[in-house]
Nanobody
């Protein structure tokens, strides 16, 4: 059983930056599809960015050009660097891992989930 633990969230002003981290514990023998999701109160969980096993990525239109996903397989850590943050980015952010090499956008396709880290953007 693999455990994912997010960190790096916090409160920032509009236009600020944050870097989220997702560390994997347990027995992560390989990395397949990985993703960041977010969920604001009263809203459905939405995919922010997906990274396939081959390194190709897909970003939500709302974050394209502002957010960047990366991973360090040696450290078993996934990152999300967020620039030019907006109030509408405020949400609980979750990292997730699927059991396939190719990503599918629905959260139902992800097997492992972190506990979430809160991002709040003011003004």
């Amino acid at each position: 059983q693999v455990q994912l633990v997010e960190s790096g969230g916090g409160s920032v002003q509009t236009g600020g930056s944050l870097r989220l981290s997702c560390a994997a514990f347990g027995h992560p023998y390989s990395w397949y599809c990985m993703a960041w999701f977010r969920q604001a109160p009263g809203k459905e969980r939405e995919g922010v960015v997906f990274i396939n096993n081959d390194g190709t990525t897909t970003y939500a239109d709302s974050v394209k050009g502002r957010f960047t996903i990366s991973q360090d397989n040696h450290k078993n850590t996934l990152y999300l660097h967020m620039d030019s943050l907006k109030p509408e980015d405020t949400a609980m952010y979750y990292c997730a891992a699927a059991r396939t090499s190719i990503c599918y956008s629905g959260p139902q396709y992800f097997y492992y989930w972190g506990q979430g880290t809160q991002v709040t953007v003011s003004s």
